[in-house]
């Protein structure tokens, strides 16, 4: 019985020195701290063969900071109609949206087999 809680308490002692050679995660950073006045932030994220969400809402008028993240998989984003692009090569866009109306975003580099299902709604309102 004494070889079980010796070998616990090495296991916990080589854990606590991993965890102090690895050192702790950052606190996350708060995104909405480096807006300019007046701006919004909309983040897109990516994963296989779908977006986040299936509609996104954005006011006509608004300055927003759109960030795009790939979270699994390696895909583009596109809304038709918007002139809007992001990749993981340019990430982030800052634009203004002045047409109201529905368009379609969807994935702009072919990800695999679905890809033509990776489609959302945009609604600039």
Not at 15 to 20: E, I, Q, T
Not at 71 to 82: A, S
Not at 91 to 116: N, R, W
Request: proline fraction near 3%; charged fraction near 25%.
């Amino acid at each position: 019985m004494k070889w079980i809680l010796s070998t616990l308490i090495t296991i916990a002692c080589a854990m606590g020195v991993y965890l102090m050679a690895t050192g702790l995660p950052e606190k996350p950073k708060d995104e909405a701290a480096g807006l300019k006045e007046g701006q919004e932030l909309l983040k897109i994220t990516a994963s296989n063969f779908e977006f986040d969400k299936k509609e996104y809402r954005v006011k006509a008028g608004t300055n927003y900071k759109v960030k795009f993240a790939n979270k699994l998989g390696n895909h583009g984003l596109e809304i038709v109609g918007l002139g809007v692009e992001l990749s993981k090569d340019a990430p982030e866009l800052e634009v203004t949206f002045d047409k109201p109306g529905t368009y379609d975003l969807h994935c702009s580099i072919m990800c695999g087999q679905g890809h033509a299902d990776m489609v959302s709604k945009f609604i600039v309102e």
